[in-house]
């Protein structure tokens, strides 16, 4: 079946440090998408990316999505302690639903 | 706007208990799913819905049944709850399947403890 797979699973930065996380999937996608979950919050939509290659930038938020149409990574340069919480990639196959990663959660010391 | 309304926002019940946890949206949206968050698995798709009428299964169905008899509304119902059902809930709502450009809307979630 679909699987998103999503890595690392945890990530400590100092504040000021760079961080990135890295999505793959066993089949192509036809879109990925990019979700920020804070502490004891609920996910929340930050980008969508469809095209093979495409980059995105969000401020200090850099999204990619890979030439396969398999992978994706999202990178934040200088991260601030409001950067914490749990960044989560899903991928779209052309049909319904989205297909979650687990996850990557952020802390940030200060 | 209220965008997608969960209810309750946390519930202990009793082993072979039922209840329905409700979702609304008011956004006109199709599409309706389901999603379980339990630590290191990420969010689970339960059962999802493509518009009035219509229901089907995800990944994790097992002990759980939906509805949707109108666009605004589709109930999450626990049929006899199992400690292995204590879990965050969350309702997403969204224009179509894949969220295609705009993206999912999550509910606040639905904190659930099955003792």
């Known amino acids: 079946g679909q699987q998103v797979m999503q890595i690392p699973q945890y990530q400590h930065v100092q504040e000021g440090e760079d961080f990135t996380t890295y999505c793959n999937s066993s089949?192509?996608?036809?879109?990925i998408q990019w979700y920020k979950q804070r502490p004891g919050g609920h996910p929340v939509f930050l980008i969508q990316l469809v095209k093979s290659g495409e980059v995105k930038k969000q401020k200090r938020l850099t999204f990619q999505f890979g030439e396969a149409k398999k992978n994706s990574s999202l990178h934040i340069t200088a991260t601030q302690t409001t950067d914490v919480g749990t960044y989560f990639c899903a991928g779209g196959t052309g049909a319904n639903n989205l297909f979650f990663g687990t996850g990557t959660r952020l802390t940030v010391i200060p | 706007n209220a965008g997608v309304t969960q209810t309750p926002k946390f519930q202990v019940l009793k082993t072979g208990q039922s209840m329905t946890l409700q979702c609304a949206q008011d956004m006109n949206h199709e599409y309706m799913s389901w999603y379980r968050q339990d630590p290191g698995m990420g969010l689970r798709l339960i059962h999802y819905s493509v518009g009035a009428g219509i229901t089907d299964q995800g990944e994790v169905p097992n002990g759980y049944n939906v509805s949707r008899s109108t666009t605004e509304d589709f109930p999450l119902r626990l049929l006899s709850a199992a400690p292995s059902q204590t879990s965050v809930y969350f309702c997403?709502?969204?224009?179509?399947?894949?969220?295609?450009?705009?993206?999912?809307?999550f509910g606040s979630g639905t904190r659930l403890t099955v003792v």
């Open positions: 997403a709502s969204s224009y179509g399947g894949t969220g295609i450009g705009y993206g999912y809307t």
């Open positions: 089949t192509t996608l036809s879109n």
